[in-house]
Nanobody, 126 residues
Framework: QVQLVESGGGLVQAGGSLRLSCTAS????????MGWFRQAPGKEREFVAA????????FYADNVKGRFTISRDNAKNTVYLQMSSLKLEDTAVYYC???????????????????WGQGTQVTVSS
């Protein structure tokens, strides 16, 4: 059974930083592209960032580019999202996701991802 468990969310002031982690089990982690999505209240779940299976390819949503960094440690079965210069509009539940069909290609669309974590809340205050 595949499990993705996010952690690291919390309350942070605008301009601050947080690092989210997502640890996977039940799959060959190093063979799968991974992604981060987020969902704010009343809004659709949106793409944030994705990384290829060996970490050589990354892709970001325009509204986080330059502020967020996705990375992974395949030895620890963990993908990270380092978030800096946080803004009020970054407040959301953040989800990690695994694409069981892709290693080197990364996708921004939810439908490509097969497994999802339960989410971790990030709240940015003024």
């Amino acid at each position: 059974q595949v499990q993705l468990v996010e952690s690291g969310g919390g309350l942070v002031q605008a301009g601050g930083s947080l690092r989210l982690s997502c640890t996977a089990s039940g799959l060959t982690f190093g063979s799968h592209a991974m992604g981060w999505f987020r969902q704010a209240p009343g809004k659709e779940r949106e793409f944030v960032a994705a990384i290829s299976c060996l970490g050589g390819r990354t892709f970001y949503a325009d509204n986080v580019k330059g502020r967020f960094t996705i990375s992974r440690d395949n030895a620890k079965n963990t993908v990270y999202l380092q978030m800096s210069s946080l803004k009020l509009e970054d407040t959301a539940v953040y989800y990690c996701a695994a694409d069981q069909n892709s290693c080197t290609r990364v996708f921004t669309t939810r439908g490509y991802y097969d497994y999802w974590g339960q989410g971790t809340q990030v709240t940015v205050s003024s």
